[in-house]
T-cell receptor, first 114, second 113 residues
Framework: AQSVSQHNHHVILSEAASLELGCNYS??????LFWYVQYPGQHLQLLLK??????LVKGIKGFEAEFIKSKFSFNLRKPSVQWSDTAEYFC????????????FGRGTSLIVHP | EADIYQTPRYLVIGTGKKITLECSQT?????MYWYQQDPGMELHLIHY???????EKGDLSSESTVSRIRTEHFPLTLESARPSHTSQYLC????????????FGEGSWLTVV
């Protein structure tokens, strides 16, 4: 079975700082990769996803992620964070074969100070 | 905006009580899921369904049961609640295929005393 590791559990930044959240997965085959975000008091929602093509994908609110197949990684980046980016961020993987069941990482709590 | 609804949002019940958490989606999605999430921890899949009359257990052992009699409805039932069941339960749905977005409900916070 696949697994997802998010190494940064808690990140605290000041506004305008750059952000990179790590995500590594373990699965030998083709995968589809996702980042979800949960703002305080809201439901989980899609930030961006990769399933084929350009390994650099852009999402909402200036976020982007790069799929590096050789490193089994899908790190999330934003060049300049805002206070409104304070949220929980979850990485997820769905294999392209088999049951198509998603596996989520533990999540990273991001706090951005104004 | 996702059209997936969970009720109740918050519930406190006594040990041994039976509880059903409701989940409905109006998007016509064939796949539905139940995840359990403790604060600061990963989402654990406890049940999923590929469609009507299809239900499977997830990776996390759970004493709950689910049913899928209608496409839009995927309730989760605990026959006898215990304090260890205290958690947040998230319902989600998606269309078939691995690249499709998963839509989540707002969650049901269950406390068993």
């Amino acid at each position: 079975a696949q697994s997802v590791s998010q190494h940064n559990h808690h990140v605290i930044l000041s506004e305008a700082a750059s952000l990179e959240l790590g995500c590594n997965y373990s699965y030998g085959g083709t995968v589809n990769l996702f980042w979800y975000v949960q703002y305080p008091g809201q439901h989980l929602q899609l930030l961006l996803k990769y399933f084929s093509g350009d390994p650099l994908v852009k999402g909402i609110k200036g976020f982007e992620a790069e799929f590096i197949k050789s490193k089994f990684s899908f790190n999330l980046r934003k060049p300049s964070v805002q206070w409104s980016d304070t949220a929980e961020y979850f990485c997820a993987v769905i294999p392209s074969g088999g049951s198509y069941i998603p596996t989520f990482g533990r999540g990273t709590s991001l706090i951005v100070h104004p | 905006e996702a059209d997936i609804y969970q009720t109740p949002r918050y519930l406190v019940i006594g040990t041994g009580k039976k509880i059903t958490l409701e989940c409905s989606q109006t998007m016509g999605h064939d796949k539905m899921y139940w995840y359990q999430q403790d604060p600061g921890m990963e989402l654990h899949l406890i049940h999923y369904s590929y469609g009507v009359n299809s239900t499977e257990k997830g990776d996390l052992s759970s004493e709950s049961t689910v049913s899928r009699i209608r496409t839009e409805h995927f309730p989760l039932t605990l026959e006898s609640a215990r304090p260890s069941h205290t958690s947040q339960y998230l319902c989600a749905s998606s269309r078939g295929g691995p690249g499709n977005t998963i839509y989540f409900g707002e969650g049901s916070w269950l406390t068993v005393v």
